[in-house]
């Protein structure tokens, strides 16, 4: 690839530039349809990024004995390693940085924040962060298991370990929405408790642990830290329109190819969104669960789904997809 | 279910948030607002003072002739309401003989003179 | 994780109002709880008895922003029970109505900070919008959302008209329709059924040995309710029920404040259709008799009691108020042992705190161990003083 169109792509369109602009849109959008679900109004347009400035210029405070440097790093590692993962999932048709393995890759850096929340809980000194932080790798392990039985089923059923090349080979069959629907189901579940948003939100529970390890985030560190949360929504949207929806992939062949090209982006915008929109609902209609009933329900229930699901998927591959 | 179908209800339905500055918000008649003073009706007995449970109104020399039940008699005295003590309990109102001192059902203003009167 | 100590509160987002809990908790499970009280010392009850009867009953309404009618009512009852004096029935009924409108919106508003406090934010704004209702409803009775000023001894202030009747009647449907809503979402939605059901869980012979009132006995099948056990106002003649349940847990105190809810529509309904002619108020004396009186009234929040002795004089010579709220506490330490350290905010919320009613204790000197209560002049200088230092900074 020209090196030009390299550089566009990672740091412009559609890399980094309309990460944050799309991100910054998805809270935006999530935010108001919960309003309106709620039966109010909800923030006007330009609310998250006015917040975004309006944090990145407040002080940054410095709890009692905390060391300075991981603090600072911590935040920046979590956008750092969502932006990188952003980059491996196909935007616009086929992701020019593609390899047999990204899916793996994309899983484990979007595994980062949440262990990197659990760094700055551990090492802010105070209760409440502390006891978010267990929480919030408790949770992880609790649903990391299922949601990559989940995401890793659509690889084992193409046969190829790169999300691009899942995309295309669901072109070539079906969606794996229809292929492994308990899988999608799963995923999304998945997706929900990884973004810890209600009724996962067990790690920032508001009532019992103020913000959890959020608690003592102020200035440019709570400004990264929300955008690095903002852009793994994006992330595990797009993600998982990529492996269960088709992806950017349009169906049928258009002559010029940058018109395709804006044809399959606007695909993957209405995919993107209808994941938003059913993640809102779910955020909407539940309230937050323990995490002892979490951990009950996790290995009972959801575990269970992805295992049989990844069953099924073996046993499909076999007979049918392989034969 | 019921409330995944009125969440869904709700996504096409109007808000119910009242817009408040842009959007007037409904005032019923019997509200208990603003206090207002008709200097006219006023005969100076000085009840609305006596019970007033902030002590927002005192009586303030005011040599008048009022007309009250058919007679014209002096007054000495006239009611001032202190508006930022005032609690709108509507006390003045039910005490008061002639029907000077009533709460009127429009909103108080706000301000940041403690001493602002109304006579 | 070893036992590690959290502090919740004087100021904590699950909390409204100034409370202390250290928690001492075993990982998720709470081992022990110390209760620390009174953050919020009012002087109400000095300052009550500076005032005469007229002007004492604005402030005592302002004891309690939810319950701003029970305090009134309680208060107005003693005294004239004092007085001996009979209310006409037409200002009993409209007390009646105000007091079973202001349990409306006082169980509405807790239900929705229950949903609060599990997270579930849906329910919180609904409770709340519909609660909007009952409260035009009293804003056009009585000319105010909150402080509804309606009693005073000998009778009510105000009268209620015609096309307020109708206009109260006009409401109801919707809100019972909404309240129906309410009952299936507390028996269908999962993540409630998990949060409130065996939470907080006491038994009927905990509730009598604790002391709990109102609709947290009554959960736990104790069915002490004053308007049945001492009636006052209409009660006696009204057709109505004591709701209780059996559950014992948070789920139970839903079930009973939601049931209370559609009992109280009810009676609101019948008193509205029945609404007999008459005097709102009596001529009352300007003094009371040399006397004492226990008010019993039932709160939302359970049984709320008013201790009045006069000497002769326009002015009570003591008052003590004992709020639900107080009565309650002890039975949430009790529920609090042995459960999750998610469920404190459930389980604190289940009682229907109202702290700054509740704090009334005087000061204690806890490196010196010294009690002594302090007069009204010298509160009144604190709080001047206070006042002062804010106003040079």
Redesign the interface.
């Known amino acids: 690839m020209d090196p030009l169109l390299l550089f566009i792509y990672i740091f412009l369109f559609p890399g980094f530039l309309f990460l944050f602009a799309y991100a910054l849109t998805f809270e935006y959008l999530d935010r108001r349809i919960a309003a309106r679900?709620?039966?109010?109004v909800g923030p006007p347009f330009f609310q998250p990024f006015a917040d975004l400035i309006k944090v990145l210029g407040k002080e940054v405070i410095d709890p009692d004995g905390v060391d300075r440097r991981i603090f600072d790093a911590a935040p920046l590692i979590a956008l750092a390693a969502v932006m990188t993962a952003y980059l491996y999932i196909p935007i616009v048709g086929i992701s020019p940085l593609a390899f047999e393995g990204d899916l793996v890759l994309v899983l484990y850096l979007l595994a980062l924040p949440t262990i990197l929340l659990f760094v700055l809980g551990w090492l802010s000194r105070n209760?409440?962060s502390?006891?978010g932080g267990?929480r919030a790798v408790t949770q992880l392990f609790i649903y990391e298991v299922p949601f990559f039985l989940a995401l890793l089923a659509p690889a084992l059923m193409a046969g190829t370990w790169s999300i691009s090349g899942i995309m295309v080979w669901q072109q070539q069959h079906l969606w794996c929405l229809f292929l492994q629907p308990i899988g999608f189901v799963v995923a999304l579940i998945g997706l929900q408790a990884k973004l810890e948003r209600?009724?996962f939100?067990?790690p920032e529970?508001?009532?019992?642990?103020?913000a959890g390890p959020w608690t003592e985030l102020t200035g440019r560190r709570l400004a990264l830290m929300h955008l690095a949360r903002d852009a793994s929504l994006v992330c595990g949207s797009a993600l998982v329109a990529a492996l269960f929806l088709g992806g950017p992939q349009v169906p049928w062949v258009i002559s010029p190819a940058w018109l395709g090209w804006i044809v399959g982006f606007i695909l993957f915008l209405v995919k993107t969104l209808a994941v938003l929109l059913i993640l809102s609902s779910i955020k909407?209609?539940?309230?937050?669960?323990?995490?002892?009933?979490l951990n009950r329900i996790g290995w009972k229930y959801i575990t269970s789904a992805a295992i049989v699901q990844v069953a099924i998927v073996l046993a499909m591959n076999y007979w049918w997809v392989r034969a | 279910?019921?409330?995944l179908s009125?969440?869904l209800v709700n996504l096409l339905r109007k808000p119910?948030t009242i817009l408040y500055p842009t959007e007037k918000v409904p005032i019923?008649d019997?509200?208990?607002g603003r206090v207002a003073i008709t200097d006219e009706k006023c005969i100076g007995c000085s009840k609305c003072s006596l019970?007033?449970?902030p002590q927002a109104i005192t009586m303030v020399a005011n040599l008048r002739e009022v007309e009250f039940k058919g007679k014209v008699l002096v007054r000495k005295k006239k009611p001032q309401v202190k508006v930022f003590r005032c609690?709108?309990?509507?006390?003045c109102q039910?005490?008061c003989p002639t029907g000077a001192i009533i709460?009127v059902?429009e909103l108080s203003r706000t301000g940041t003179d403690r001493e602002v009167v109304v006579t | 994780?070893t036992e590690?100590?959290?502090?919740i509160g004087p100021q904590?987002?699950?909390l409204k109002e100034p409370v202390n809990f250290r928690v001492v908790a075993d990982g998720?499970k709470i081992v022990r709880l110390e209760l620390d009280l009174s953050y919020n010392h009012r002087g109400i009850e000095k300052a009550a008895e500076q005032?005469d009867f007229?002007?004492?009953?604005?402030?005592l309404e302002r004891v309690c922003g939810i319950c701003s009618h029970s305090h009134t009512t309680a208060f107005a009852k003693g005294i004239e029970e004092i007085m001996q004096l009979e209310i006409p029935p037409r200002a009993q009924y409209i007390r009646t109505i105000i007091a079973e409108l202001e349990r409306i919106h006082s169980h509405l508003l807790w239900l929705g900070v229950a949903?609060?406090?599990?997270?579930?934010?849906?329910?919180f704004?609904?409770t709340w919008?519909d609660r909007?209702a009952v409260q035009?409803t009293l804003?056009?009775?009585?000319?105010?959302r909150v402080?509804y000023?309606m009693n005073?001894v000998g009778g009510v202030?105000?009268d209620l008209t015609p096309a307020?009747v109708r206009a109260a009647l006009a409401r109801l449907p919707l809100l019972e329709e909404r309240v129906q809503?309410y009952v299936?979402?507390v028996n269908?939605?999962?993540?409630?059924l998990?949060?409130f059901r065996g939470v907080g869980k006491m038994t009927k012979q905990e509730a009598l040995a604790y002391g709990a009132v109102g609709p947290t006995a009554r959960a736990s099948g104790v069915a002490c309710d004053a308007r049945h056990e001492d009636p006052y106002l209409v009660y006696a003649e009204i057709p109505w029920e004591v709701v209780t349940d059996t559950h014992g847990d948070v789920y139970g105190r839903t079930c009973v404040r939601i049931g209370e809810i559609q009992e109280s529509t009810k009676i609101v309904r019948y008193c509205l259709e029945h609404l007999p002619e008459g005097n709102i108020r009596v001529a009352t004396p300007k003094t009371a008799p040399t006397g004492e009186c226990l008010s019993r009234y039932e709160a939302p929040r359970g049984e709320l009691v008013h201790f009045i002795r006069t000497n002769g004089t326009d002015k009570v010579e003591r008052i003590d108020i004992r709020t639900p709220t107080l009565a309650n506490w002890t039975s949430v330490a009790m529920c609090l042992t042995g459960q999750?350290?998610?469920?404190?905010?459930v389980i604190v919320a289940a009682i229907d705190p109202c702290l700054s009613c509740t704090s009334r204790i005087t000061v204690i000197d806890d490196r010196e161990k010294k009690k002594n209560a302090i007069t009204f002049d010298e509160l009144r200088e604190r709080s001047r003083a206070r006042w002062h230092a804010e106003e040079r900074s």
Do not use: Y
């Open positions: 679900m709620q039966h109010r209760i409440f502390a006891v267990v209600t009724p939100d067990i529970a508001e009532t019992e642990i103020v909407v209609a539940t309230g937050r669960i323990r995490i002892d009933q | 279910m019921s409330v009125e969440m119910f019923p019997s509200f208990r019970v007033c449970p609690i709108r309990c509507g006390l039910r005490h709460v059902p | 994780m590690v100590i959290i502090p904590h987002p699950a998720e005032r007229i002007r004492v009953l604005p402030l949903g609060h406090e599990i997270g579930f934010n849906t329910l704004m609904w919008r909007e035009d804003e056009e009775m009585s000319g105010n402080h000023g005073e202030r105000c307020q809503k299936g979402m269908e939605e999962e993540t409630m998990l949060r999750n350290i998610a469920d404190i905010p």
